[in-house]
């Protein structure tokens, strides 16, 4: 299975320190987020990686280069124009080819253990990973199948995911949500199912969460 990693976006909530740094290379215990991920990916046993890049590209791939000091094999999906969560999957999908892969946003960093998909066998559109929290909006989950209605949403989607690549096979590049754009008409289907975790999972967006990256990461 492939790891792809969403790297391209512009940090707005981390600004001033993103104008010049992409968000997953914003370090956290004197290394970039996203060397902490690769080197998590590693130890999970996964081989091929695909980094999609926009803003300062050119930093994102001197940083991890292809791959060798990681001991993975890195390829990188470039994007002129910002394709969004879900375009960026159209855009890579000659890399990804035609298997299931793990997706992970560029600026988070969680336990969550991904050895477990190595061999995970997605029967379904997708698999999505989310958490509990005061604001959670995005989805609940039915008897392990991922289900969407306001009045019911308690849960938020993490950043994490198993994607089978035939919901975006047919489609042209373009810019496309991953959520609204791809996976909801799957999601009324019952064809996403979910599951929660309780673990440590942090999204880079602010300063404290920095802050607790710092306090949290091991070498």
Do not use: C
């Not at 791959?67 to 960026?88: P, V």
């Not at 698999?127 to 909006?137: D, G």
């Amino acid at each position: 299975m492939r790891v792809f990693i969403l790297a391209a976006g512009f940090g707005k909530r981390l600004r001033p320190f993103t104008e010049n740094l992409p968000k997953p290379l914003i370090k956290v215990k004197n290394k970039p987020l996203i060397h902490w991920n690769l080197k998590k990916i590693k130890k999970a046993g996964f081989k091929n990686v695909v980094i999609n890049t926009h803003h300062l590209s050119n930093k994102i791939t001197r940083s991890v280069g292809r791959g060798e000091k990681f001991g993975l094999n890195i390829n990188f999906s470039h994007e002129e124009e910002i394709q969004g969560t879900g375009g960026a999957l159209i855009k890579a999908k000659r890399l990804l080819q035609e298997e299931p892969f793990l997706l992970l946003s560029g600026d988070l960093w969680s336990d969550y253990p991904f050895e477990k998909f190595l061999d995970f066998k997605l029967k379904k559109a997708a698999h999505l990973i989310f958490f509990k929290e005061k604001k959670s909006k995005d989805a609940y989950l039915e008897a392990g199948i991922v289900k969407n209605l306001k009045t019911k949403n308690n849960l938020t989607y993490s950043g994490i995911a198993v994607i089978n690549p035939k919901i975006f096979k047919d489609l042209e590049e373009d810019y496309y949500d991953l959520w609204t754009d791809l996976l909801q008409k799957y999601v009324k289907r019952n064809e996403v199912t979910g599951e929660i975790y309780s673990g440590d999972l942090i999204n880079l967006n602010s300063k404290k969460e920095m802050n607790l990256l710092d306090a949290l990461l091991v070498e």
